[in-house]
């Protein structure tokens, strides 16, 4: 009877214990996570102040607005507006230029002013009014949204 009661307690300490305490430290790091308010994974952090975070997310929104406007457009066979809004929304913009150039890291820089000029190439080719590679060059812009994504946080 003892010899089975030691048994449990055994399979207890070995099994049970270290899964509490695996989770106990889960919560801990989520709690971490939280205060802090920041993603902490691999991609690069810009070290951005509250202000300029708050502003580069509006200019975010605004990008997947234009993007989801272009598609849209596109598929209405209404490239000239689209080419207007791939070069106002997306495009090199002196507004764009300016925003770019705010920001201290070399790499995220260079991104940013090769994604803008890719959408200004975008308005160019959309004006062709060419389905097919208006498409694949939207394809090619939005390349730059992943890669920088996938990169850089803020
Ligand atoms: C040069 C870098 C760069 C490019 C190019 C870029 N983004 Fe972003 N984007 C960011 C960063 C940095 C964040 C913040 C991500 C984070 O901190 O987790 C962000 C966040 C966002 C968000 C979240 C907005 C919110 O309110 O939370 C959206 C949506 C977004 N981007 C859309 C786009 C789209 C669509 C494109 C392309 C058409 C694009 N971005 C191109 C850097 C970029």
Redesign the pocket.
């Known amino acids: 009877m003892y010899k089975n009661i030691f048994l449990l307690v055994f399979i207890f300490l070995i099994y049970v214990v270290p899964v509490y305490a695996q989770s106990e430290k889960d919560v801990m790091a989520n709690h971490h996570m939280m205060m802090n308010d920041t ?1 902490n994974d691999k ?1 690069i952090s ?1 070290n951005l102040p509250p202000p300029m975070k708050v502003h ?3 200019n ?2 605004s ?2 607005e ?2 989801q406007a272009i598609i849209g457009l596109i598929a209405e066979q209404n490239f000239n507006k689209a080419s207007e809004i791939a070069h106002t929304k ?1 495009g090199l913009t002196e507004e764009m230029k300016k925003m770019c150039s705010m920001f201290k890291n070399e790499g ?1 820089r260079t ?2 002013f090769q ?1 803008h000029k890719s ?1 200004d190439e975008l308005a160019e080719v959309l004006k062709t009014k060419d389905m097919t590679k208006s498409l694949q060059s939207l394809h090619k ?2 390349s ?2 992943v ?3 996938a990169t ?3």
């Open positions: 993603i991609r810009l580069q997310l509006e975010m929104r990008h997947v234009a993007v997306l995220f991104l940013g994604f959408a812009t939005m730059y949204c890669q920088c994504h850089f946080r803020q």
